[in-house]
């Protein structure tokens, strides 16, 4: 097994550099990919974005939210958090298997005194709480396998950039199921650092101490690639937003100028069906705004653009853009 060296905490690039490696290196090989990401939520393939995020919270902490090519639920990356990525070649005995992927995790933490678990479908916990949670993605013939490992993560934020605050959200996207979560950090007698663990970790998948002089270390024409996936695809709103499933969403706020409600449907990334309710006063018709927001695509720069083009007012006394823009993204 090769180690790919990695040293960037930007999601967008972690998760380029995933497809990258799956789709393009050799084959007759098989790599790991220990990496970290700045403060992230990182959706699950088939998930809806919209309902897994804090979108108020997200946007106030300047929180990254990337969409990843596996499935499963939604998950909070931070520096205090290590994730691990494997490559192989897959057959019947390794598809699915999430337990031996998850062995060199719960291993290594033995070797550090640390007694983990493998828990349920693809979870590894201590003492009954989840540190580490598991995805796969198959295709070709090859499978990666890649987990996290809440090691020492601010777990207040956790549960914030987590904790969807909608009124009322209907579905097809695969919804994530919340657990009960820890760090390591705690269960340590020998207290290290989310380095020294890497390492440890590295060493124990490897079987090699020396493994550093023989990592793989990405070319100028890896870095060309990856970054052409960057751009296309793993920085689009298209691909982190609009690629989530259809969905039916009703909100209410209450404001200055009265009660405002929105009834929408989102389809393809796009604003359908927008209803507008209230006791809110205003001399035009608002059904004006309900037709020029057909279609728009569901990004809160899109939105705003459209309301500001038009005099607001008219339409709503007491309530301004930001107060519309609140409703329907926060």
Request: hydrophobic share 35%.
């Amino acid at each position: 097994m090769i180690s790919i060296r990695n040293e960037c905490k930007d999601p967008r690039f972690n998760l380029a550099l995933e497809e990258y490696v799956f789709y393009n290196f050799d084959t007759s090989n098989e790599y790991v990919i220990l990496w970290q990401n700045e403060p992230s939520v990182i959706i699950g393939r088939n998930q809806n974005t919209i309902e897994e995020i804090n979108s108020k919270f997200i946007k106030e902490n300047n929180i990254n939210v990337v969409r990843r090519m596996s499935g499963g639920g939604a998950v909070y990356h931070d520096l205090g958090n290590l994730n691990y990525t494997f490559i192989v070649n897959s057959d019947q005995d390794v598809i699915s298997n999430f337990k031996k992927f998850t062995q060199p995790v719960v291993s290594t933490l033995a070797k550090l005194g640390v007694k983990a678990e493998f828990s349920g479908r693809n979870d590894i916990t201590i003492e009954g709480k989840k540190f580490s949670g598991n995805a796969q993605h198959y295709a070709k013939g090859r499978l990666l396998h890649h987990g996290t490992i809440l090691f020492n993560s601010d777990l207040r934020v956790v549960q914030e950039a987590l904790n969807v605050k909608i009124d009322k959200l209907q579905s097809k996207g695969v919804k994530s199921v919340r657990s009960r979560v820890t760090n390591v950090f705690p269960f340590l007698k020998e207290k290290i650092t989310v380095d020294e663990f890497k390492d440890t970790l590295l060493r124990f998948i490897l079987n090699d101490d020396n493994y550093k002089e023989k990592e793989y270390v990405l070319t100028g024409s890896d870095l060309t690639a990856i970054n052409a996936l960057i751009e296309n695809k793993y920085a689009t709103w298209e691909w982190n937003y609009g690629e989530s499933p259809a969905f039916e969403v009703e909100k209410s706020q209450r404001y200055e100028g009265g009660q405002l409600s929105l009834k929408y449907n989102v389809v393809d990334g796009t604003l359908q069906g927008l209803k507008i309710y209230g006791d809110f006063f205003g001399k035009q018709d608002i059904g004006d705004i309900e037709k020029l927001l057909m279609n728009k695509q569901f990004q809160e720069e899109a939105i705003r653009k459209v309301l500001q083009g038009i005099d607001f007012n008219e339409y709503f006394t007491g309530i301004s853009v930001d107060n519309f823009i609140e409703c329907m993204f926060y």
